[in-house]
């Protein structure tokens, strides 16, 4: 066992009453595979949670394009709501094409929303990670990162400060771990909050696989068959398929550390000290004049 990898568990209380956290994805089922656990833990614990979709996932659902955006859209609304989200922004960059889009655009939509939020944290996909085949995943990571400290820098779009936002640096990260070979410094024990990221996976129907359950029941039945794994009713199918199928990788990445669900991130932590080197030094060696 790597023994570089903290493990995050349940805390007590609510010991991040008062802090905001942005989950910055592309697509839909971006958040409740890599991160679902985690929001829903977080705002559990305290935080209040905000969620963006950078594309608008065009080409996934099965339909015409602009059946896709509709659902998808939909679809969207549904998950945040099931995982406690407090509100949720799309952007609507168009799907699978995000590296042809202005970096300073999406950065600067990017900035306004976390001054506006005031967000401290932010989860959203390595920006760097390695084996990144999606060009909105990179593209939305790269965005986030640049996003964060400029967020603080008050020559940074000074419009927004005339409009009344202030300058705010988001002081922590958690990166998706999105593809194999990806780096992970964090597991955080996601086993009491398995069921909301059930429910999150659910509602990832245009993609995501969230109704397999239910299909695969309908064409049983057809069939003159029935699975008991899939339960009476397509609530419970889809659930029940989501536990069974769908969380393999939530398993292997607690096994190896002893907790029945996990998930992976990088996690990076740039608070600044209560007092800084400068602020100590001062304090132990300055003399009346
Ligand atoms: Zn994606």
Same mark, same amino acid.
């Given at each position: 066992?790597? %023994?570089?990898?903290?493990?995050?568990?349940?805390?007590?209380?609510?010991? =991040?009453?008062?802090?905001?956290?942005?989950?910055? $994805?592309? $697509?839909?089922?971006?958040?409740?595979?890599? +991160?679902?656990?985690?929001?829903?833990?977080?705002?559990?614990?305290?935080?209040? @949670?905000?969620?963006?979709? %950078?594309?608008?996932?065009?080409?996934?659902?099965?339909?015409? %394009?602009?059946?896709?955006?509709?659902?998808?859209?939909?679809? =969207?609304?549904?998950?945040?709501?099931?995982? @406690?989200?407090?509100?949720?922004?799309?952007?609507?960059?168009?799907? $699978?094409?995000?590296?042809?889009?202005?970096?300073?655009?999406?950065?600067?939509?990017?900035?306004?929303?976390?001054? !506006?939020?005031?967000?401290?944290?932010?989860?959203?996909?390595?920006?760097?990670?390695?084996?990144?085949?999606?060009?909105? *995943?990179?593209?939305?990571? &790269?965005?986030?990162?640049?996003?964060?400290? !400029? +967020?603080? !820098?008050?020559?940074?779009?000074?419009?927004?400060?005339? +409009?009344? *936002?202030?300058? *705010?640096?988001?002081?922590? &990260?958690?990166?998706?771990?999105?593809?194999?070979?990806?780096?992970?410094? &964090?597991?955080?024990?996601?086993?009491? =909050?398995?069921?909301?990221?059930?429910?999150?996976?659910?509602?990832?129907?245009?993609?995501?696989?969230?109704?397999?359950?239910?299909?695969?029941?309908?064409?049983?039945?057809?069939?003159? &068959?029935?699975?008991?794994?899939?339960?009476?009713?397509?609530? %419970?199918?889809?659930?029940e398929y989501a536990r069974q199928f769908l969380l393999g990788d939530s398993r292997e990445y607690g096994k190896e550390h002893g907790l029945q669900y996990a998930?992976?991130?990088?996690?990076?932590? $740039?608070?600044?000290?209560? #007092?800084?080197?400068?602020? #100590?030094?001062?304090?132990?060696? +300055?003399?009346?004049?």
């Amino acid at each position: 066992m790597d %023994t570089n990898i903290d493990i995050e568990r349940d805390q007590p209380g609510r010991p =991040h009453e008062g802090k905001v956290f942005a989950a910055i $994805h592309a $697509h839909l089922d971006d958040v409740p595979y890599y +991160a679902g656990g985690l929001c829903a833990k977080l705002m559990s614990e305290g935080y209040a @949670g905000y969620i963006i979709r %950078t594309s608008n996932d065009e080409k996934c659902g099965g339909h015409t %394009t602009a059946e896709n955006i509709l659902s998808n859209e939909q679809e =969207h609304g549904k998950m945040a709501a099931a995982l @406690g989200f407090k509100d949720g922004f799309d952007l609507y960059y168009r799907n $699978h094409r995000m590296d042809g889009i202005s970096p300073i655009e999406l950065r600067g939509r990017l900035i306004l929303i976390f001054r !506006m939020l005031k967000v401290d944290t932010v989860l959203t996909f390595n920006p760097w990670g390695a084996g990144e085949e999606n060009p909105d *995943h990179w593209v939305t990571g &790269r965005a986030v990162e640049q996003a964060c400290w !400029m +967020a603080g !820098m008050p020559n940074d779009f000074p419009e927004h400060l005339e +409009a009344g *936002h202030r300058p *705010h640096t988001v002081s922590e &990260r958690y990166y998706f771990f999105a593809r194999p070979g990806q780096p992970f410094n &964090r597991i955080v024990d996601i086993g009491s =909050h398995i069921e909301k990221k059930i429910d999150a996976i659910v509602e990832c129907r245009s993609q995501g696989g969230g109704n397999r359950g239910s299909e695969l029941r309908a064409r049983l039945a057809k069939q003159g &068959r029935r699975l008991p794994l899939l339960g009476d009713d397509d609530r %419970t199918a889809d659930r029940e398929y989501a536990r069974q199928f769908l969380l393999g990788d939530s398993r292997e990445y607690g096994k190896e550390h002893g907790l029945q669900y996990a998930e992976r991130f990088y996690y990076l932590d $740039h608070r600044p000290p209560a #007092q800084s080197e400068v602020d #100590q030094y001062v304090e132990r060696n +300055a003399k009346p004049l």
